[in-house]
């Protein structure tokens, strides 16, 4: 690598997805730690817990039961961030001047769900197999393809994909929308130390009628790079590059990359990136769903294999709106974030905290001394193992 | 307050300073807790710990003793983050277009500093009074006069500063910088729930030869303020405005404003806002630095009383660079952000996690009751009490 000095050198790089910096003091592992350690992670669940709120038959918060599903469920969240019927907000028409430039808000309506990856409470994703998994990528994409708008291009792909026609399973209660949103971010909070409050293996689906923060920044800089760079898009460049340089990637197969980016914050920070331009769940293939939910497992496993230890992190997908202009929805390309916090081991994790808040972020270790650790943990999971 | 609809519903809160949008959920603060609990503050430190590296007269980490300081002490950080002397990055210049289009870096140097806030090891910013922090407040002032460019119209204020002509206290290890830097930045990390790793009150200065992303957005968005809107300060405009609203205002005296913006992420974020245009530490007169003071006193104390507890927090100065455009230095108004992670509770965190980093940051309570709760515990420090 003939970049090499910057193993050596504190550096900043640039991160083209988000149009934003952060710095790197490789050099900075060195010290020692004093400060919080996590608990290790708890090793000896059931496979059922009758005081859980996600195992099937159990009493939920407002008062519904689950059904005793065999796969995935999902439910409409009982303490949403955000609901379908609320009042209209609109800023006091008596405002002066300065309230209108600097007390500004909007109201956001949306809907939240709930999905369990299994009925077993014991479960991680690094447990299941990409067969296992694939139920969940299917789910996503079903919740993903009921609210799309009408007038987006990929509801006529969704009207068309041969998944949407087999029968869904009969548990989930998934009501249809009761008006168009417009971005659905679909994430998952693993572990205490990333404020997941139940291991029972689940993810949020959270549906606004506003574009967020950082799915928008994506967008732009995606929609900039593709006007600049003669219509190439910046993450299909991105996997070629990637996939020349050979210095961060961790795995890939057939439809997916798997890299620790080059402008990645977390230590072990991974992206999970479409090879070819997939605008969204929609657009995959039966064989790209499998590859996804492969690609999945393999980041999975690999974080628990690295330090022996369940792996916090929370991750997120990033596709395209359900509804937006043309433009947005053709300049979307399908990724998935992991942002892991542990840095050293399965007690010692990176804190972002002062400088990364007031100034920007920082991490210690290169994303490519990050990739190398996790290329060389890939196999059988380390519990399976100990068996 | 004609806003009262905001206090039930779902919306988007808009932050100017920032140029970001933040998502408040006001009535999901309902839902129960069943994740990670923080550990409570031990509260029985010693008043001198011989195993501590920031107590007078124990040695350090690369071999360097601590004078036997009695206020404050500063010295350059054992496992600097930046530092002055490293080699020159220059992208390979074999790179092809993608890597110069996509693999962005450049070198960083600088210097970093810890500075003890007093030579007692169980102390906290909220067990001192206001003439107790002075001096921390005139270390800043110095540490960064020192730092000016030449060229910054700040240093001429500087020279005048009868503060600086004043001898420094002895002990400090400040050497000169070998070379101009652009920003420096002054943050405390309080409490192992924001990753401090040793409880001897301190904070950081990280001083670098980039302007780092937050400064740095924040002085495009001053900047842009000030051009649109007939030169008038985009933070001397939210001091009016806050001042007759009078519904997020925690604390004031004659040159500190202390609120919880209106855009606040954190539950209860907290800023202190001069009231005059003041672009950098050496702009205060005398009796600035002791207002400034006691405010930083009122957030902490009131903090504490808060829940009871040693309120964890991460807190940093926005000022004017040290080197940078004349349009710049004029721009920036100073200000002290605070971010404290605790909700409910002495043990119940907020996590900003899954949502917040992969879609947009999200709040539960509104900005507005959280000062109405921290206006209500000002008063003597809740542990003074129990003695
Ligand atoms: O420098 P410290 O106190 O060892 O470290 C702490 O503050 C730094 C600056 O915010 C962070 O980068 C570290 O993750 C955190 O643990
Ligand atoms: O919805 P949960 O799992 O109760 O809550 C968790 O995820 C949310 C979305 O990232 C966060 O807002 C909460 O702070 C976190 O504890």
Redesign the pocket.
């Known amino acids: 690598m003939p970049d090499k000095i910057l193993d050596d050198i504190s550096h900043r790089r640039y991160n083209p997805l988000r149009g934003s910096w952060l710095l790197v003091s490789p050099h900075r592992t060195k010290?020692p730690?004093q400060?919080q350690q996590e608990a290790p992670g708890i090793i000896t669940l059931p496979e059922y817990d009758p005081k859980c709120y996600l195992c099937p038959r159990n009493p939920r918060a407002q008062g519904d039961t689950n059904p005793d599903y065999s796969q995935t469920f999902a439910f409409v969240n009982d303490y949403s961030a955000v609901k379908e019927q609320q009042q209209d907000y609109e800023a006091e028409p008596s405002s002066n001047d300065l309230s209108s430039l600097l007390l500004r808000a909007e109201g956001v309506k949306g809907k939240c769900f709930v999905l369990t990856f299994s009925p077993k409470h014991h479960l991680t994703l690094a447990d299941m197999s990409a067969e296992e998994t694939l139920p969940i990528v299917e789910t996503w994409t079903r919740i993903y393809a009921i609210h799309l708008s009408p007038t987006n291009p990929l509801s006529q792909v969704a009207a068309k994909l041969d998944l949407l026609s087999r029968e869904a399973p009969p548990e989930s209660v998934v009501p249809p929308p009761s008006q168009q949103l417009r971005y659905m971010q679909i994430f998952e909070n693993k572990g205490a130390a990333m404020g997941c409050s139940n291991p029972h293996p689940h993810c949020q689906i959270w549906t606004t009628s506003t574009l967020p923060e950082e799915p928008g920044a994506e967008i732009v800089q995606m929609t900039k790079y593709r006007t600049e760079n003669g219509d190439r898009h910046l993450l299909g460049d991105y996997v070629k590059l990637e996939m020349e340089k050979k210095e961060r990637i961790v795995y890939q197969n057939e439809s997916f990359l798997v890299v620790c980016p080059w402008w990645a914050i977390w230590p072990f920070e991974v992206m999970i990136i479409a090879k070819r331009h997939v605008r969204a769940l929609v657009d995959m293939s039966e064989q790209e769903r499998l590859d996804y939910a492969d690609s999945i497992q393999e980041v999975t496993r690999r974080y628990d294999n690295l330090f022996e230890t369940s792996f916090p992190y929370s991750s997120g997908l990033h596709q395209a709106p359900l509804d937006g202009s043309q433009e947005e929805i053709e300049n979307s390309w399908f990724h998935m974030h992991f942002y892991p916090p542990l840095l050293r081991s399965a007690t010692v994790r990176?804190?972002?905290?002062?400088?990364?808040?007031m100034a920007e972020p920082?991490r210690?270790i290169t994303p490519e001394q990050a990739a190398a650790k996790l290329r060389d943990c890939g196999g059988e999971l380390y519990r399976k193992k100990l068996q």
Chains 1, 2 share one sequence.
């Open positions: 010290r730690w400060g990176k804190f972002l905290v002062g400088y990364e808040l920082q210690d």
